[in-house]
């Protein structure tokens, strides 16, 4: 039921999206295909962001879920100016956040005398790496936790209170079971922003192979030399994009049929 | 519905009308340039603009590599000036240069540290010491391969704690204090003022980058690219790129 013309743009906004994936498509030399994605370079590039990309995660998780907890069950003044804040990286340029994480944990950074002191380096490191991830990814997982948190209401928590379970119980047995898709479905976002996290990284970490240097930075070095394994790596990500996307897109429908 | 959709069309479909209308009065030259030439040629593009009515040229900068691939890929270049003569030949090997490239200066490494040189560097052999965080250019680019080479012509081996993929990524870090040291161009150091200080190289002098320039193959404005080269390769272009720490080719 909605008019015809919408059809159109609609369209033109598939085709914007979905040409320039064609086009990337086109320019894959599938004879070397095999051979440009396996080459030393390539799989360094791949286990580093997959390592990094999971350990960000796992941060995600473990600071998002008491995050969204607080965001979406407690109430304080001035909870909205907290909540924008905390949701600043979605819409903040990766390279400003970069510049933002090098003024902080860098070496003359807000807080670089103190890590000095403790004999912890983070500039030109994993570390790095994984700080910028879980800058950038934090926000998806808290969003989509917190909707699942507010949908899901707090009925069950309630009587599971009224029938004598401490609120750690009430979190461990009903909350989180409860809103256990969202959080899956944050976590794979939050999973795919960091294997995608290119800004924050080069700015902040560097680039330099088996280290800092990931796929998205491996993509953007190769290009210049060898645009066909370029265009294969980048061929890779789109299709663990698709996956993740596939993965993501299940959470929210179990969640509806919840009851 | 329509209220709504018709002043959108208009006011999307409006900028496209008002870039053919200019178009009539001025003619546009477009120069691609390697990033290291920005302050050079911004200079010597007023100049080309004063010395030729209505005409507006518009400077591109970017990584010689980068700048190459948009021209193969049809970027509208009238004029392209590389930092090396490798990625050069990648244009030539096109056939997209119109004529030879003519070399039109030349450019040295140099090790930029940040101000007051915390690590105390004073050479070459200081940026392999432990503790020291070098941040070279990647090998793949004209800065990077240029690191190579001075590293092995001194039998220095270089450990970088990060490998750039251009020579400003490098002065970044550098100026912000968090490499030690990085190896950029005599010219970056100047250019970059007080934000770093420079420490002479001896070892560079045996590997000189050479900048060469061409009009590209198919130009719209053919004449007043070959006129851009004419200015960048003579007495004018000398001067301004001298100014700048550019030697001579």
Redesign the interface.
């Known amino acids: 039921m909605i008019?015809r013309w919408v059809y159109l743009p609609a369209a033109l906004g598939a085709g914007l999206v979905i040409l320039p994936l064609a086009g990337l498509a086109s320019r894959v030399a599938w004879g070397d295909f095999l051979g440009l994605v396996t080459s030393d370079s390539a799989l360094t590039a791949l286990s580093l962001s997959l390592r990094t990309s999971l350990t960000s995660t796992l941060l995600c998780v473990l600071l998002g879920v008491p995050m969204a907890l607080v965001l979406a069950r407690t109430e304080f003044p001035g909870q909205g100016v907290v909540r924008s804040l905390v949701l600043l990286p979605l819409v903040l340029p990766p390279v400003v956040g970069g510049i933002a994480l090098?003024?902080t944990f860098?070496?003359?950074g807000l807080l670089g005398t103190e890590l000095d002191l403790l004999g912890v380096q983070v500039?030109?490191s994993t570390t790095a790496v994984v700080l910028a991830q879980t800058f950038v990814s934090l926000p998806f997982l808290v969003v989509s936790l917190e909707g699942a948190l507010r949908s899901a209401g707090r009925r069950y928590e309630v009587v599971a209170a009224s029938l004598g379970a401490a609120p750690t119980t009430v979190l461990r047995r009903v909350t989180i079971p409860m809103v256990l898709p969202g959080l899956v479905s944050g976590a794979v976002l939050a999973f795919a922003r960091s294997l995608g996290e290119f800004g924050a990284t080069?700015?902040f970490?560097?680039?330099?192979?088996g280290?800092?240097?990931t796929l998205p930075l491996y993509i953007?070095?190769l290009?210049?030399?060898d645009?066909d394994a370029a265009v294969a790596m980048s061929l890779v990500l789109v299709v663990v994009a698709v996956g993740v996307i596939g993965l993501a897109s299940q959470g929210p429908r179990e969640r509806r049929s919840m009851p | 519905?329509r209220k709504l959709v018709l002043p959108l069309v208009v006011a999307l479909a409006l900028p496209l009308t008002a870039c053919g209308g200019g178009a009539d009065d001025t003619t546009t030259l477009t120069v691609y340039a390697a990033s290291s030439l920005t302050s050079s040629f911004e200079r010597l593009g007023k100049r080309f603009e004063a010395e030729h009515d209505g005409v507006d040229v518009r400077l591109s900068f970017g990584?010689s590599?980068?700048l190459v691939?948009q021209i193969q890929e049809g970027a509208p270049a009238d004029v392209f000036a590389s930092a090396d003569t490798a990625t050069m030949d990648r244009l030539t090997a096109d056939g997209l240069a119109a004529g030879d490239p003519q070399a039109f200066a030349t450019n040295t490494l140099e090790i930029a540290v940040p101000p007051g040189n915390p690590a105390g560097i004073t050479g070459l052999r200081d940026l392999t010491k432990p503790g020291v965080?070098l941040?070279v250019c990647?090998p793949?680019?004209p800065c990077g391969a240029a690191a190579v080479a001075v590293a092995k012509d001194a039998g220095v081996d270089l450990s970088?704690?990060?490998?750039?993929?251009s020579v400003t990524?490098v002065l970044?870090?550098v100026s912000?204090?968090?490499?030690d040291a990085g190896l950029v161009y005599v010219t970056d150091v100047l250019g970059a003022g007080d934000d770093v200080e420079g420490i002479e190289l001896p070892e560079a002098s045996s590997v000189v980058n050479t900048y060469p320039i061409v009009a590209v193959e198919g130009a719209a404005q053919p004449g007043l690219a070959r006129d851009f080269v004419e200015l960048v390769v003579g007495a004018t272009g000398r001067a301004v790129l001298g100014d700048a720490g550019f030697g001579p080719p």
């Open positions: 008019p090098l003024y860098g070496r003359r500039a030109f080069i700015t970490a560097g680039s330099l192979e280290t800092t240097r953007y070095n290009r210049v030399t645009p | 519905m990584g590599s980068d691939t965080d941040v990647a793949e680019v970088p704690v990060s490998e750039e993929q990524d970044a870090k912000t204090g968090e490499a």
